[in-house]
């Protein structure tokens, strides 16, 4: 049995399989996001026993786990150390950067440009084999342009900064009992800053038709284009797309890579299945 984990900073869906199964066969499970910045190897390994079965566990061979900030022997050894108590002795663990997933998924065996953009953003040009290119990725506090946490700190400032026009604004302290005082412990005294930003998220996907947030979104992807994505030598490559926040807010994405003559691929909500498949084929498993 193999098992596929593509793990964000917010949530991991795992997926196992036994040869010759078919998706709907697919065993499904999803736990807390195994972030190596955000949490230890003994936060790995309770996670995984309390989100998956013993028995389950017991019968798998290969792990494949895939996350946000396993990017470096260092942080990976983080995860590698959590997951190898909760399996068998001679299961085969490997754990690398979601990008490569992302990229495995979307891309298949052709190039493209792959970009994340989910609690966190991210994004990397793939060759049809490996990753070739990679504009950095400075996390949460310096960087993470396009993503939920940067959506999520444009709405709480326009929030403090009494930018958010007045009706918006109303729905907004409703939606979250807005505190200002609360949101600031939140975010410098308490762990996963990042997720807390994010949640404010899904109040844009519900006011999207609104001016000004459709100005918002459009501002913070624009962003991660500029910073990013037109830093590659990519000339007709097309640019996937990876995550919640590119699913939900397309259209205002479409409208930022056009003005760029960027060429559209596929978005892809969760990769995971396509990454499975993709173990399938290239393992014969």
Known sequence: MIVVADSGST????IFTQPGESPEQWRRYSSQGLNPFYVSTQEVKQTVENAIPEELRSEVTHVYFYGAGCSSPERNEVIALGLIPCFPENAHVEVDHDLL?????SCHNEQGVVSILGTGSNSCMYDGDRIVDNVANLGFMLGDEGSGGHIGKELVRARCYREMPEDLAKVFDDMFGFDKEVMLHQVYHRPLPNRYMASFAPFAAKQ???PFIQALIKRVFAEFVDRHL??????????HFIGSIASIFEDELDEVLSSRNLKKGDILKHPVDALLNYHIEQHAI
């Open 101 to 105: 997933a992302a990229a495995r998924a």
């Open 208 to 210: 999207e038709e609104h």
């Open 11 to 14: 949530k991991t869906d795992w």
């Open 230 to 239: 037109m830093k590659y030598d990519s000339k007709g490559w097309p640019h």
